[in-house]
């Protein structure tokens, strides 16, 4: 675990910082900086790319972790690199093609009760691209065991940027339509870095040819454009389906909320990049005693992580939205449901590695798609119902069914389940912390109040956590780190 301890550490600063300025962009900068309908508007754009993407990228990404580690022939491996650089390249003409014959109807169905949205249906396609191919050489880097800098660049350098850009607009420089526009450049631009960092980590001589097992690559990276799709969905189909069944500046008011409560990934975020290239060598090893024992370790160590995340965000966010502005309400369900599928997403660990680079990911997809599908059906009937917090409930449902049946393919098929008597004892010390502070503020400016209650917080979660010895990485963690200082 030293690897994965070191990386995972240095990720979780880099991922925190990136979610504090995000915080700051989404809840201060855009809400002030920014009216209602532009801040959905933006919203509904980068929430529609992240369901396109998946498609132009075809599951390079992920196929170039599976099998990188597999090939031992030099030749066979440039072959397999060339074919995942170009892969997503002709996937991107085909929709180009595809998107330039049926861009009026695409328009048409995209954008017919909103003409705000229509100008700029446009960007939707090259935010896609770009976010296609940044994964492809953050992956590329993965497989070198170097993920600090692909994850300074998706975490930090783009909210930077936003921030930037914000300040712009504020002070007039830029008009929404330029912001619109410069983020897309800022987009590209850190697409090219990557790939420049990513080449200079693992250079490769172009072949035109295919690999041999061309045939289990093309067939992996169908599947798991299935699997990417499905996921997208999962995450991002809740706000465009709110922009078509309630105004726009709707999406921003739930964005908002569910960005509140999705800084619970962070520990899954910097702890993945770099336990899904090592499940990936695991896997092809055969090493399955040292794969159960990643898997248990990395879900106990985030539940301990996101769990004092969800508890901070769950018992703060009353006094978080006193110094938003007053047009943003609060939907509280939204916070909580959201940040629960979050939590148990942190639950199931390595979970999602240890399938998409086995035998038994098929099984997976077909129960994503149809995990899909309850999504889709559920927000259309409870969006209509409950409106915004209609959105929460299907993304909530539809996470546990996904979940829960990643849970038992892994335990059926591998023998493993992520859980120990220390994860139950974790759960309920979270709850407890939950409705023992949520009730319970300071008498002080919201500002004042959360900085305080999250003090009070931390260190009551982490002395409890560390005197129980609920988990033994943490303890070492903190040891050493009391230890050097």
Same mark, same amino acid.
């Not at 940027?161 to 619109?180: D, G, K, N, P």
């Given at each position: 675990m030293g690897i994965v301890v070191n990386q995972s550490i240095k990720n979780v600063i880099i991922t925190c910082l990136g979610f504090g300025i995000g915080a700051v962009n989404t809840l201060f900068l855009f809400t002030n900086f920014m009216d209602e309908k532009s801040y959905g508007l933006v919203a509904y754009l980068l929430s529609a790319s992240n369901l396109v993407w998946p498609l132009m990228v075809f599951g390079v990404h992920n196929t170039l972790i599976k099998f990188f580690s597999s090939y031992t022939d030099r030749d066979q491996l440039n072959k397999f690199l060339s074919l995942m650089v170009l892969l997503p390249l002709g996937i991107t003409l085909i929709l180009g093609v595809f998107g330039t014959v049926f861009y009026t109807v695409i328009l048409d169905f995209i954008s017919s009760d909103h003409a705000i949205v229509r100008p700029y249906v446009w960007t939707i396609f090259v935010l896609a691209f770009a976010l296609s191919y940044f994964e492809v050489f953050f992956a590329w880097s993965k497989v070198q065991l170097k993920s600090v800098f692909g994850n300074l660049m998706k975490e930090f350098f783009l909210r930077i940027?936003?921030?930037?850009?914000? +300040?712009?607009?504020?002070?007039?420089?830029?008009?929404?339509?330029?912001? +619109?526009y410069a983020l897309v450049g800022v987009y590209l631009f850190r697409t090219i870095i990557m790939k420049i960092y990513a080449l200079n980590l693992y250079s490769f001589k172009f072949r035109f040819s295919l690999p041999d097992n061309y045939s289990s690559v093309f067939k992996y990276s169908l599947l798991i454009l299935i699997a990417g799709s499905v996921a997208s969905l999962l995450i991002d189909l809740d706000k465009v389906m709110?922009?078509?069944?309630?105004?726009?500046?709707?999406?921003?008011?739930y964005g908002i909320c569910a960005y509140i409560a999705s800084v619970i990934v962070i520990p899954s975020r910097a702890m993945h990049q770099i336990t899904y290239p090592l499940t990936a060598k695991l896997m092809n090893e055969k090493a399955f005693e040292d794969l159960k024992i990643l898997y248990k370790k990395s879900s106990l160590n985030l539940m301990i992580a996101s769990g004092l995340l969800f508890v901070l965000v769950v018992c703060n966010v009353n006094q978080l939205f006193e110094i938003i502005p007053d047009e943003y309400e609060l939907f509280i369900w939204v916070v909580v449901l959201i940040g629960v599928s979050k939590l148990f997403d942190n639950l199931l660990g390595n979970n999602n590695s240890i399938l998409y680079n086995s035998d038994y990911y098929?099984?997976?997809l077909y129960i994503g798609i149809g995990m899909a599908v309850l999504s889709f059906i559920l927000n259309v009937i409870l969006i209509d119902m409950y409106g915004v917090s209609g959105a929460a409930i299907a993304t909530f449902v539809a996470v546990l069914c996904y979940n829960l049946a990643k849970l038992w393919v892994v335990n059926s098929k591998f023998k493993m389940l992520p859980f120990s008597k220390h994860t139950f004892l974790g759960l309920v010390l979270i709850i407890a912390f939950v409705f023992g502070f949520y009730f319970w503020d300071f008498q002080f400016h919201p500002v004042v109040n959360i900085a305080l209650k999250s003090v009070v917080i931390g260190v009551t979660y982490t002395v409890l956590f560390y005197v129980l010895k609920i988990s033994p990485d943490i303890n070492e963690l903190l040891e050493n780190s009391i230890h050097k200082k």
């Open positions: 940027c936003t921030s930037i850009m914000l +300040i712009l607009l504020y002070y007039e420089i830029l008009t929404v339509r330029q912001f +619109i709110i922009k078509e069944f309630l105004p726009i500046e709707n999406v921003a008011k098929k099984v997976v």
